[in-house]
């Protein structure tokens, strides 16, 4: 953690992308990082998701160098962990630290196992040697929930799955308040243990860091304090909940969706309470939500116009039925609508991100094939949505210029 550095990143395409190399217990196969097991193998294998069989993985599809870090734990080979330790040589004590990974499963095991994790903790310490990376060693590590992966799949058929594909992945993110003194160390883990029935195959990937030093920064009041942000399935609608235990000065919240954990756009407004100090308790409710994984997270903004971002939660959606084909999804004229069947689908809107309705039109029920004009459009993303007779909904982004 230099001054002159602010950020450090890593996307494991060091790992091997085929056969087996060797990664031996408490040694570094990248620089800062190390893997502690239960078990005395040595071991890491590149693996598509196809074996059941416990171990440590490099997973990726086959000859693919996009790598991800992950284990199958099992009673014949252990349980693991593994870290990546940062000193802090800034010159300056560090305050905060920014972090986010994605989590991907690679694997189902079979329909009996529930959902599993890998589970995040980090330590603190003046030593590198104190640091004890054991996946037994719990005591002095401080678990931290919200960067958990939990498997989106479970209770389903044992398979193989793409880890890169949207529904098979989350994007965790928080800022972790921490003290870290000059020279003093952190150590970040994720810990694979075995769970009951044969575990899934997960991992991590494209993890980040930064940190900042700001050492003659003022003490001030913060704008909001946010207890929890929760989103969740709720029939066909997506609904948001947060509780503040008090408010400064605050205006209002943005509420802001992504597709893909990067770009994030503003869906929806909801006024603040000012300054109280009496907890709230807001809601949102996500009424086209996309198909797939959306990711959500909160810009609080106050009254001078500053504003600060909550954490990041996931929410995945299945189709209710045979997805229909929109394209093209950037278009500066007609999209075209491609049903699986004739009459399935009866009538379409477009939604800007800010939920309001820009266009409606019925579909012919003798067609497979509809053209909708957006050319009247301003420029933007929007949301189109497809409405069945059961009034279920297929959501698809896309962007007119």
């Known amino acids: 953690m230099e001054r002159s550095h602010t950020n450090y990143t890593q996307n494991f395409d060091i790992l091997p992308d085929s056969g087996t190399a060797v990664w031996a217990n408490g040694t570094s196969y990248m620089a ?46 252990g349980e693991f962990a593994w870290s990546v330790l940062l000193q802090n040589t800034t010159g300056d004590t560090i305050h905060h630290v ?29 030593k590198k040697e ?28 044992g398979k193989r799955l793409n880890g890169n594909a949207s529904a098979n992945r989350a994007f965790l993110a928080t800022q972790l308040t921490v003290n870290i ?10 810990k694979d243990a075995d769970e009951l029935e044969a575990d899934h195959g997960l991992a991590i990937d494209d993890f980040s860091i930064t940190w900042s030093v700001k ?67 807001y809601g949102f409710k996500d009424e086209y939500p996309l198909v797939g994984t959306s990711y959500y997270r909160l810009k609080q903004v106050d009254e001078d116009g500053s504003h600060s971002y909550s ?11 045979k997805l229909a084909k929109v394209y093209p999804t950037l278009t500066s004229n007609k999209l075209e609508i491609s049903v699986e069947q004739i009459g399935t689908k009866q009538q379409v809107l477009v939604m800007d991100m800010m939920g309001r309705q820009v266009l409606q039109k019925k579909l012919d029920k003798t067609s497979l094939q509809h053209t909708l004009d957006v050319s009247n459009l301003s420029d933007g993303s929007y949301v189109l949505v497809l409405l069945d007779e059961q009034g279920q909904r297929q959501t698809t982004r896309f962007m007119k210029r």
């Open 181 to 190: 003194p000059d020279g003093h160390y952190l150590m970040l883990r994720w």
């Open 32 to 77: 800062g990082w190390s893997v502690q097991r239960t078990k005395q193998t040595s071991s890491i294998i590149a693996n598509d998701g196809s074996s059941n069989t416990g171990a440590f993985y490099s997973y990726g599809s086959n000859g693919s160098k996009e790598r991800a870090l992950g284990a199958i734990s099992s009673l014949n080979a």
């Open 311 to 321: 954490s990041v939660v996931a929410v995945t959606r299945t189709a209710a039925t």
């Open 130 to 157: 104190s640091f004890d990376l054991s996946p037994r060693a719990d005591a002095k590590w401080v678990p931290y929930p919200d960067l958990d992966f939990k498997s989106p799949h479970f209770f389903t058929e």
């Open 215 to 281: 050492p003659d920064e003022p003490l001030v009041v913060l704008p909001v304090e946010l207890v929890r942000f929760t989103a969740r399935n709720s029939g066909a609608v997506v609904q948001l909940q947060w509780l503040t235990a008090s408010e400064f000065q605050n205006d209002f919240f943005s509420i802001e969706r992504s597709s893909n954990g990067h770009i994030f756009e503003s869906i929806g407004r909801v006024a603040g309470n000012g300054t109280t100090a009496q907890g709230a308790a």
């Open 98 to 126: 920014d972090i986010s990974f994605y989590g991907e499963q690679w694997r189902i095991s079979n329909k009996t196992a529930g959902e599993h994790k890998i589970a995040f903790y980090y330590a603190l310490s003046d």
